[in-house]
Structure formats: C-alpha cells, structure tokens
C-alpha cells in the first residue's frame, strides 16, 4: 500500500529546482507561475508477477503513477478516478499528504476497485493479463469539481475514447494543454469515438506498436504524419527500452531511455513517464518543442525510476538530488563533441 514518506511543500520544490540547476547545458526546471494539473484515469489494485518475485494486491492504476510523478514537479494535482469502499483510507491520505487532490476521486460504497493481475515473460518487455475485474470501473462517469475547472493541463489517461471526450466536454474553460493515451482496444471496438477525441487534444502519448495499427503505417515517421492529420499537433511514440519518439510537424527528437542493470517491473512505466513529462510542463508553464524535449527527458527519467521496484513504490521516496542527477545520465548518454 501507499506511506507517505513526506508532504509536497513549496520548500520540496524550490529543491527540486535548485539541485535542477546544476544539469548540463542549461536542462533546469525553471520556477514559473505553477500551473495545475488534472490527471483523468484509474486508481486501482494490481497482483503482478515478475521474474524478480511476486506481489498481492497493491495500488496501481494510471492516476496513481500519473499523479506521483507530477506530484514531484507541481504542487497543483488533481486526480478524477473511482474506487470502491475497499479503498484503504489510508492510501488516499497519502495522495492528500503529497498535495494531490483527490475532490474528485468518487467511493462507491458496497462496491470493489477495479482489480488487475498480470505475469511478465523473462524478456520484461511482455505480460501475460491473469485476470481484469471493472468492478466500479464498468459505470465509471467522472467528477469534475469547481476546484478542477481552472486547470491548465488535462491528462487523459488510458480509458473509453467515450469518457475521454466527455471529460473535455465538462471542461468551462479548455486547459492550455491536454494530452491522452489510449490502446489498441479502442482502435479495434471504438474506432470512431477515438478520431473524434484525437480532435479534440494537443498531443497523443502511445507505444510504437499502437502507433502503428492507429496510423496503417509500418515506419513511425508516416505514422507519425499521419496521426498528426489526425488532430494532434505533438505525438510522443514510446519504445520501451529503446527509448521515445517526439514528433511536431517536420520535427522530431529522441529520448534514449536509461539502460538498467535490473528491472524489477514495468508496470505504470508509460503512466509514470507521462506524468514526468505533463509535471514539467506545468512547472515551466512552457509549451513549444523545445520544451517537450526536455519534458521527455524528465518523464523518461521518472520512468527508469518506477521500474526499480514494484508498484508505485519507488516515486514514494525519490529526493530532487536523485531526479537531477538521473537527468544528468540521460543528458551524458547522448553527448557527444562537436569537434571530429
């Protein structure tokens, strides 16, 4: 379960900030007006299995890895997610004492949390799906709050193409930035809904094998182009251990993801990198290209994080020291001298 091993105060960030400042050629987070974020998704129980052991019921669920990371970057977070009454209050004390808001994380009571097990093949990189209960999930109509409708980011998580667009329906004012995520599920029973929701955002965040079924095309820069056609503007297409793609327009760059000696779990990585990456981009208030590189960079850098243990359990103690130095091995990994 989820402990809480500090409260995200303005102190925790102006830390995080400065130990930023010391990463090479200048990839700090700059304190600007702190915008919020609202992350949509789930709040669930996970059982996984690793070639590195196994656990019982522990929170997982988008929301949860999406928030957690943010959280290390914006002290604004709001969550929209539903649980059911065998939710410990203790875990969603832990969300609060992290500074994120959880006003619209809806309890069904006589009602369970949505439940997932999964087995990893020794490859990590493959996952056997054991068991999928909707439970509270199956009829889930998301709440968005007064305190929400002012946020400046909006992350979509992983749902129904349907809830998706109702979320960004709901919205009074559009954020100045929304991203979703999707699967290849929805291309396959919800084709229609998902183009009208592609609309409707900024950027799309998906692996390269969604990528590819979404766009017809087997290279990622025609799919990249033609998911652009789409709606969005920005596409990031993730690679696993190979890294991640960010393409806008005729631009594109690559994040290398960090090599690990050991990967424990992968579950919640994508999630995790989303969140790095949204919490950058709320914390500089900065959406251009140039930006996202970096946001990658620092959503890549939560996401080598997440994989060390199981569940959400390593972005519960990380220090601003150990995310800047993090980014530093991701910035030495692609340096190189100018001069041949």
């Known amino acids: 379960m989820l402990s809480a091993k500090r409260s995200c105060n303005e102190n925790y960030f102006n830390n995080l900030n400065t130990s930023a400042r010391g990463l090479a050629r200048g990839h700090e987070i700059k304190s600007l007006k702190k915008m919020s974020l609202l992350s949509i998704g789930t709040v669930a129980f ?12 522990i929170i997982g669920g988008s929301c949860t890895y999406i928030s957690l990371a943010a959280s290390y970057f914006t002290p604004k977070v709001n969550i929209s997610a539903v649980i059911g009454d065998d939710f410990p209050e203790s875990d969603i004390r832990a969300f609060n004492e992290r500074n994120i808001n959880t006003e619209g994380l809806q309890i069904k009571e006589g009602e369970k949390t949505f439940f997932w097990s999964g087995k990893y093949h020794n490859d990590m990189n493959t996952r056997d799906t054991l068991q999928t209960d909707l439970n509270v999930l199956e009829d889930f109509d998301p709440v968005l709050p007064d305190s929400y409708q002012d946020c400046d980011f909006l992350m979509l998580g992983n749902l129904t193409p349907s809830i998706q667009k109702t979320v960004i329906d709901r919205m009074k004012k559009r954020p100045k930035f929304v991203a979703m995520d999707t699967m290849n599920l929805w291309m396959d029973i919800a084709m229609a809904d998902l183009k009208k929701v592609l609309k409707m955002v900024d950027i799309l965040i998906i692996n390269d094998e969604e990528a590819r079924q979404l766009s017809g095309e087997y290279s ?6 033609a998911i652009q056609q789409m709606g969005p503007n920005y596409l990031i297409i993730k690679k696993g251990e ?3 793609l960010l393409f806008n327009k005729n631009k594109i760059f690559h994040a290398p993801a960090l090599p690990l000696e050991e990967v424990f779990d992968p579950t919640g990585a994508g999630d995790t990198f989303a969140g790095g990456f949204m919490g950058y ?12 590189k ?6 890549s850098a939560m996401a080598s994080f997440c994989v060390e243990k199981f569940g959400p359990e390593r972005l519960l103690d990380l220090t601003p020291l150990e995310i800047s130095e993090r980014v530093k091995q991701f910035i030495e990994l692609t340096d190189f001298s100018k001069e041949f």
Not at 46 to 54: H, L, Q, S, V
Not at 294 to 299: D, Q, R, S, T
């Open 294 to 299: 970096k946001a990658i960079i620092f959503g």
């Open 220 to 225: 990622l820069v025609r799919a990249a182009k």
């Open 46 to 57: 996970d059982a996984i299995e690793t070639p590195f052991g196994k656990t019982d019921k």
């Open 281 to 292: 981009l709320a914390k500089t208030g900065t959406v251009n290209f140039e930006n996202m």
């Open 242 to 244: 190979h890294g991640a």
